[in-house]
């Protein structure tokens, strides 16, 4: 089929070209990584060559996380300080490598340079929703492990970063044996 801006490909010729499954279509048509999909008379999803490019962007995105070894390191963010030396001190007396930030750009610089196996993630930052960060982590890194820490459980946001790709969540106050236990369910003990 053809449109105004060329050729149209449909979902399954799009799966049998670029080798992805379907369900990984979709999640990252969900994601907000694939954009203008349109639809035909009868709802079927319809891709351009558009659709095509961010496609094969989110396949090299996917494959250079994948290959790229990740750090021993557990990032814990948060904008309170006393929290990040709990955590922290929490963490290093268990054995732990541990890298701290205090605000959302922090953490995204820090994640992309060291590539920690895990990060705790307080939803409330300064500034900048940790949801957010948590979002643009992702984009780049979707191989991520991505816990998030909240003081204010809302199921709604919960459910939606764990469909999102959120590994778990923890509220607080945190428990150190479930930090720990969440820590060496990742990593190991």
């Known amino acids: 089929m053809t449109g105004s801006n060329g050729k149209f490909y449909s979902s399954k010729d799009v ?46 995105k996917q494959k250079a996380s994948e290959t790229k070894p990740r750090s021993s390191y557990v990032l814990v963010v948060d904008d309170d300080a006393m929290i990040l030396q709990v955590m922290s001190d929490l963490l290093q007396a268990a054995g732990y490598a541990v890298l701290t930030a205090g605000t959302g750009e922090e953490a995204v610089a820090m994640h992309m340079e060291k590539q920690p196996a895990l990060t705790f993630l307080d939803v409330k930052l300064r500034g900048r929703s940790g949801i957010d960060v948590f979002r643009e982590i992702k984009a780049v890194d979707p191989g991520s492990v991505i816990v998030i820490l909240t003081g204010y459980p809302k199921i709604e946001d919960t459910v939606q970063v764990i469909k999102e790709g959120a590994y778990n969540y923890l509220t607080k106050p945190i428990k150190s044996e479930e930090l720990l236990e969440m820590v060496a369910e990742v990593i190991g003990p």
Do not use: A, H
Not at 26 to 47: A, H, M, N, P, S
Not at 53 to 58: A, G
């Open 15 to 60: 799966c049998e070209t670029l080798q992805i499954s379907k369900s990984t279509l979709f999640k990252w048509e969900r994601e907000g990584l694939i954009t203008k999909v349109r639809r035909d008379w009868r709802g079927w999803r319809l891709y351009d060559e558009r659709n095509l490019e961010e496609i094969r962007q989110n396949i090299e």
